[in-house]
């Protein structure tokens, strides 16, 4: 019973006020909204030749509910230190990109963030009006202990925890406590993989009643899963092929678990533009 109760308390509190929680169907797509080119393959699968490169996609995934509610996996960045770090290509706002799907940036509900990383994390200011789910966990170090070492927080921009931190001042910030095995209208978010302190997953119920996995970078490419072969950048490599095999297993089908950074995506799923395809 108090289990219930807490999972029905977790539902209601990542909703948005004007979003009834009937709503628990969505069309998922996934959005290019730049790409790095020339970037290290052995950055992404553990063990792969150095000298591999390739150009990766930078993608947000929208799950648009059936009655008005959208919400965003990920919000991509804007900072312009990352332009002169990395080279950046067709880059356009991930806020901008939405907009052959008709959204404009006020209109995101919910942003569902996977981990503090700069290109995961670095557009919460871009979706003034979403209130963000976030593992609790992921919260709490990178406010926090993380900020004690130079070596604990590498990929984490400061003005991203700062702006996280003003959202939930505001009262705009609901937090995960782990696996949540109960669905935020047609949502449900799984731990595993360690590619941060506490990296997320997500589930989402489609309208053709089959479940789609947004990996995020928890799988940078379909080679991982492929290969069995763990993500290069994981606190835990153990943990993280655990964790790509659960998402295979609750995926309705392996070719509805969807990677972080594969271009592939664009040509597996039908077309919506240059940008966007459906993934279901």
């Not at 991509?76 to 770090?85: A, I, L, T, V």
């Not at 406010?143 to 003003?166: C, L, P």
């Not at 937090?175 to 993989?193: A, L, Y």
């Not at 606190?235 to 993280?240: K, P, Q, R």
Request: hydrophobic content about 40%; overall charge negative; some cysteine.
């Amino acid at each position: 019973m108090i289990r219930t109760v807490t999972a029905l308390i977790f539902a209601v509190s990542c909703l948005s006020p004007a979003v009834h929680a009937d709503v628990d169907r969505y069309e998922v797509y996934a959005v290019r909204f730049a790409t790095l080119a020339n970037f290290p393959v052995s950055s992404l699968v553990a063990g792969a030749d150095r000298s591999r490169r390739m150009d990766i996609a930078m993608m947000i995934w929208v799950l648009k509910g059936v009655d008005g509610r959208i919400a965003i996996v990920d919000s991509g960045f804007h900072r312009e230190r990352y332009f002169s770090q990395f080279t950046v290509k067709d880059y356009i706002k991930p806020s901008e990109a939405l907009a052959p799907l008709g959204i404009p940036p006020d209109d995101v509900t919910d942003l569902l963030l996977t981990h503090m990383h700069w290109d995961h994390a670095g557009g919460i200011d871009l979706l003034p009006k979403a209130r963000v789910c976030v593992q609790k966990d992921e919260y709490d170090y990178y406010v926090g202990e993380a900020w004690q070492s130079a070596r604990t927080h590498g990929g984490i921009d400061a003005d991203d925890v700062a702006e996280i931190v003003k959202r939930n001042i505001d009262g705009k910030v609901s937090f995960v406590r782990g696996d949540d095995e109960t669905s935020i209208s047609g949502v449900t978010f799984g731990i595993g993989g360690k590619h941060t302190w506490q990296s997320q997953f997500v589930t989402a119920r489609t309208r053709g009643d089959r479940t789609v996995v947004l990996a995020s970078d928890n799988m940078y490419l379909y080679e991982n899963l492929d290969t069995h072969t763990a993500i290069s950048q994981t606190l835990d490599a153990v943990s993280n092929l655990r964790t790509q095999d659960r998402m295979k297993s609750l995926a309705s089908t392996p070719a509805l678990l969807i990677p972080g950074h594969d271009p592939a995506v664009f040509d597996r799923f039908p077309r919506v533009s240059d940008r966007i395809v459906r993934i279901e």
